[in-house]
């Protein structure tokens, strides 16, 4: 593999350090690694690329590998997650994690207000919050460094969800400054950003997965999965609202909360009015109504106000009832619901030939914009709702920028409404639809000859992910497919300028970049060929997976089921649409002509070098967590050495690779069949 000159000037470096100079770059790499994180994720101000941030990362990956010892629980390397947690520790709080008394009417807030000006001793200043609607966390630091991170639960006991919380790049794993105390706790809320909600359920939507509903149940699914590598890329982030501690802090909660800012925790800005002191009911009441509007222009979901009294000795005074402060009351905000009139339901189709039912409504005024259209998602959905056409239904903004509908005013329902049936046949095409068994949508199987599908799947085919074709947009493919030119993706390859230049619209320039980019795509890798092929469930990251496996698209069509549910991630559901795809004439007819136009249907051989066939014809399973090693590293090193990876132990296991944590019954099913089992440093020595 070809190295950079850095590259070897550091890997020299490291070699010949002492344990004492590897402690110390160890710890000033971390350092300035964390600080770097916290300019680029809490400032939004990097200071340095991403590339040296990489080559920083590495730097310090490579002493962690051969310096173990000197590896930090808190180190910037952890961000990326690899550490899986099996079980999640209940920890009891050290402070009761309780709730806010809430209202959704204005005069409550005015009698709260009130009342606790009477109770509390001289002037009362409030701090008025936004109430982010995601899921609560206790941090504790201890001398400048995390130490644990516990869910809400019950408000007595939570789970240790420590592994979890270290990739969430705006939580600092070492605190900045001086002045924090020795030992304390800070709470916030951890949330879905709205961008990269909907950023992942497109994926999801592509890859034919279900939808996830909303942020805040996905933030908190997301923070209970045991792979924390999953989870750093999940791009949760979090806001901190209190700290809390034995030893005397600041005086007022204001002021908490800006120290927290300085040593380096994500805090509310003040510049956007997202934190307030407010002297009197007035400003409070000017604070609630700016984010009943304002708030549908943030970038993450909030459900209310929280108004806390400033002063930490009024706080006392007020004291608590048995689940909630006194000196803190939340007004949630209703909402954003309206309801209107179903007019009628229609129907998508997609690239791979789903169909998602779309409610068309009498237009409505929702949350500031007009709401014409809310998607029904599919054909359960609607029999749940049990609509009918004219239904004055309920209609809901959440954290999606489609609308849902989520009831039906069934007072006003004409009561000679008939009961609302699902389309049988395709709208397009009138091909009979067909459902498979786990499916949760309807699907159209005339994949060739339905021209939604074709002409989607034209447009997944030039996108930008997948061949990325320049010069050429869904507009061209539409004219192109209209002029009878293109029928199938591989007809992009047989164009010619003699046949584009009398099409209208078509200048000689923008003929010349479209056949310039057709003839560039013919150097897209393997892997991104595979996913524009659009094959159902196959998405960029399944397609990755299988590319890298396979290696060759010949290797993968000679799969059957059974070999590709083997391979790491791959799932019956997908392993059984990868075969049915490769089975169909047509799609081979077009695998050869694409073959032909010179696409790339392999990973060119560079890519394998230093590959050996050291493990040639065995199979491991990899349970626990390693000391020098993540689990997807040791997978990708088996297969680099010709092994293969396997999910569950059987007779046909050659050894199981055991790391700390390895569960009991995999351990007892290798013993039974005799399996061998064997560490970290036997399997080095094996491909050594
Ligand atoms: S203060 C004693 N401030 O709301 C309770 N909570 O109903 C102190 N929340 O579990 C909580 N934003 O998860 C506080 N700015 C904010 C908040 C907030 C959201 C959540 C928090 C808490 C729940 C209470």
């Given at each position: 593999m070809a190295r950079t000159k850095a590259h070897r000037i550091v890997e020299k470096a490291i070699w010949e350090m002492t344990a004492t100079e590897a402690k110390v770059r160890i710890e000033s790499l971390s350092r300035e690694l964390e600080a770097h994180n916290h300019r680029y994720?809490?400032?939004?101000?990097?200071?340095?690329s991403d590339y040296e941030f990489d080559q920083l990362l590495k730097e310090l990956e490579s002493l962690e590998q051969q310096f173990p010892d000197f590896a930090d629980v808190n180190s910037p390397t952890k961000r990326v997650g690899g550490d899986i947690t099996k079980k999640f520790n209940e920890v009891v709080h050290d402070f009761p994690m309780m709730s806010l008394s809430n209202t959704y009417s204005k005069d409550e807030i005015v009698e709260w207000e009130n009342r606790i000006r009477k109770i509390a001793d001289g002037e009362i200043t409030y701090v008025c919050e936004l109430k982010y609607d995601g899921v609560a966390i206790g941090i504790k630091y201890v001398n400048g460094a995390m130490l644990q991170a516990v869910t809400r639960g019950d408000g007595t006991k939570g789970e240790d969800i420590t592994n979890n919380v270290r990739t969430i790049r705006t939580i600092p794993m070492k605190l900045s400054g001086e002045d924090y105390p020795a030992d304390f706790e800070i709470r916030g809320e951890i949330f879905y950003p709205l961008e990269s909600f909907q950023k992942l359920n497109a994926q999801r939507e592509e890859a034919g997965e279900a939808l996830f509903a909303n942020p805040r149940n996905t933030a908190s699914g997301t923070l209970k999965m045991q792979d924390s590598a999953v989870v750093a890329q999940r791009g949760l982030d979090c806001y901190l609202y209190g700290v809390y501690s034995k030893s005397p802090l600041a005086s007022s909660h204001f002021e908490s909360v800006q120290n927290a800012g300085k040593w380096g925790f994500k805090i509310p800005l003040q510049e956007k009015k997202m934190i307030e002191t407010c002297e009197n009911i007035d400003q409070i009441m000017a604070f609630i109504n700016h984010w009943d509007e304002a708030r549908h222009r943030l970038d993450f979901e909030i459900d209310g106000i929280v108004i806390k009294v400033n002063d930490y000795r009024q706080q006392e005074e007020l004291g608590f009832t048995a689940k909630s402060p006194r000196w803190a009351i939340a007004y949630k905000f209703k909402a954003a619901e309206v309801t209107t009139v179903l007019e009628s339901v229609s129907y998508q189709v997609g690239r791979t030939g789903a169909i998602t039912p779309v409610a068309n409504l009498k237009p409505v005024l929702l949350a500031g914009t007009t709401v014409k259209r809310a998607s029904l998602h599919n054909a359960d959905q609607i029999e749940k709702l049990d609509l009918r056409i004219g239904d004055h239904v309920y209609v809901e903004k959440g954290g999606e920028i489609i609308p849902k509908v989520t009831a039906v005013d069934l007072a006003k329902r004409n009561p000679d409404a008939p009961v609302f049936e699902y389309i049988t046949h395709c709208p397009e095409c009138e091909t009979p639809l067909a459902r498979n068994d786990g499916d949760a949508k309807h699907y159209c199987p005339n994949d060739a000859g339905c021209p939604p599908q074709i002409k989607g799947k034209m447009e997944h085919f030039i996108s930008r992910k997948a061949m990325d074709i320049e010069g050429l947009g869904s507009e061209t493919i539409e004219q192109l497919h209209e002029a009878g030119?293109?029928?199938?993706?591989?007809?992009l390859y047989d164009l010619t300028a003699d046949q584009l230049l009398p099409l209208e619209r078509m200048a000689e320039k923008s003929v010349e970049n479209m056949l310039d980019g057709i003839e560039a795509s013919?150097?897209?890798?393997f892997e991104r060929v595979l996913f524009a092929l659009?094959?159902?469930?196959?998405g960029e990251t399944v397609a990755k997976k299988l590319a890298r496996h396979f290696k060759s698209l010949e290797q993968l069509m000679a799969a059957d089921a059974e070999t590709l549910v083997?391979?790491?991630?791959?799932g019956e559901r997908i392993a059984q649409s990868v075969v049915d795809f490769f089975a169909q004439p047509d799609h081979q007819t077009l695998i050869e002509r694409l073959r032909q136009a010179g696409l790339q249907f392999e990973i060119p051989e560079e890519q394998f070098a230093g590959n050996t066939e050291k493990l040639k014809g065995l199979s491991f399973v990899i349970s626990g967590v390693f000391e020098r090693h993540s689990r997807d590293e040791l997978k990708a090193l088996i297969e680099k050495h010709g092994g293969k990876n396997a999910g569950s132990v059987s007779s046909k296991t050659s050894y199981v690779l055991a790391g700390e944590g390895m569960g009991p019954s995999k351990r007892e099913k290798a013993e039974k069949l005799g399996v061998s089992i064997i560490s970290e440093g036997d399997f080095e020595a094996l491909i050594a």
């Amino acid at each position: 593999m070809a190295r950079t000159k850095a590259h070897r000037i550091v890997e020299k470096a490291i070699w010949e350090m002492t344990a004492t100079e590897a402690k110390v770059r160890i710890e000033s790499l971390s350092r300035e690694l964390e600080a770097h994180n916290h300019r680029y994720y809490v400032l939004s101000q990097p200071s340095i690329s991403d590339y040296e941030f990489d080559q920083l990362l590495k730097e310090l990956e490579s002493l962690e590998q051969q310096f173990p010892d000197f590896a930090d629980v808190n180190s910037p390397t952890k961000r990326v997650g690899g550490d899986i947690t099996k079980k999640f520790n209940e920890v009891v709080h050290d402070f009761p994690m309780m709730s806010l008394s809430n209202t959704y009417s204005k005069d409550e807030i005015v009698e709260w207000e009130n009342r606790i000006r009477k109770i509390a001793d001289g002037e009362i200043t409030y701090v008025c919050e936004l109430k982010y609607d995601g899921v609560a966390i206790g941090i504790k630091y201890v001398n400048g460094a995390m130490l644990q991170a516990v869910t809400r639960g019950d408000g007595t006991k939570g789970e240790d969800i420590t592994n979890n919380v270290r990739t969430i790049r705006t939580i600092p794993m070492k605190l900045s400054g001086e002045d924090y105390p020795a030992d304390f706790e800070i709470r916030g809320e951890i949330f879905y950003p709205l961008e990269s909600f909907q950023k992942l359920n497109a994926q999801r939507e592509e890859a034919g997965e279900a939808l996830f509903a909303n942020p805040r149940n996905t933030a908190s699914g997301t923070l209970k999965m045991q792979d924390s590598a999953v989870v750093a890329q999940r791009g949760l982030d979090c806001y901190l609202y209190g700290v809390y501690s034995k030893s005397p802090l600041a005086s007022s909660h204001f002021e908490s909360v800006q120290n927290a800012g300085k040593w380096g925790f994500k805090i509310p800005l003040q510049e956007k009015k997202m934190i307030e002191t407010c002297e009197n009911i007035d400003q409070i009441m000017a604070f609630i109504n700016h984010w009943d509007e304002a708030r549908h222009r943030l970038d993450f979901e909030i459900d209310g106000i929280v108004i806390k009294v400033n002063d930490y000795r009024q706080q006392e005074e007020l004291g608590f009832t048995a689940k909630s402060p006194r000196w803190a009351i939340a007004y949630k905000f209703k909402a954003a619901e309206v309801t209107t009139v179903l007019e009628s339901v229609s129907y998508q189709v997609g690239r791979t030939g789903a169909i998602t039912p779309v409610a068309n409504l009498k237009p409505v005024l929702l949350a500031g914009t007009t709401v014409k259209r809310a998607s029904l998602h599919n054909a359960d959905q609607i029999e749940k709702l049990d609509l009918r056409i004219g239904d004055h239904v309920y209609v809901e903004k959440g954290g999606e920028i489609i609308p849902k509908v989520t009831a039906v005013d069934l007072a006003k329902r004409n009561p000679d409404a008939p009961v609302f049936e699902y389309i049988t046949h395709c709208p397009e095409c009138e091909t009979p639809l067909a459902r498979n068994d786990g499916d949760a949508k309807h699907y159209c199987p005339n994949d060739a000859g339905c021209p939604p599908q074709i002409k989607g799947k034209m447009e997944h085919f030039i996108s930008r992910k997948a061949m990325d074709i320049e010069g050429l947009g869904s507009e061209t493919i539409e004219q192109l497919h209209e002029a009878g030119m293109i029928h199938s993706i591989a007809d992009l390859y047989d164009l010619t300028a003699d046949q584009l230049l009398p099409l209208e619209r078509m200048a000689e320039k923008s003929v010349e970049n479209m056949l310039d980019g057709i003839e560039a795509s013919k150097q897209v890798p393997f892997e991104r060929v595979l996913f524009a092929l659009g094959i159902r469930y196959v998405g960029e990251t399944v397609a990755k997976k299988l590319a890298r496996h396979f290696k060759s698209l010949e290797q993968l069509m000679a799969a059957d089921a059974e070999t590709l549910v083997a391979v790491d991630e791959i799932g019956e559901r997908i392993a059984q649409s990868v075969v049915d795809f490769f089975a169909q004439p047509d799609h081979q007819t077009l695998i050869e002509r694409l073959r032909q136009a010179g696409l790339q249907f392999e990973i060119p051989e560079e890519q394998f070098a230093g590959n050996t066939e050291k493990l040639k014809g065995l199979s491991f399973v990899i349970s626990g967590v390693f000391e020098r090693h993540s689990r997807d590293e040791l997978k990708a090193l088996i297969e680099k050495h010709g092994g293969k990876n396997a999910g569950s132990v059987s007779s046909k296991t050659s050894y199981v690779l055991a790391g700390e944590g390895m569960g009991p019954s995999k351990r007892e099913k290798a013993e039974k069949l005799g399996v061998s089992i064997i560490s970290e440093g036997d399997f080095e020595a094996l491909i050594a």
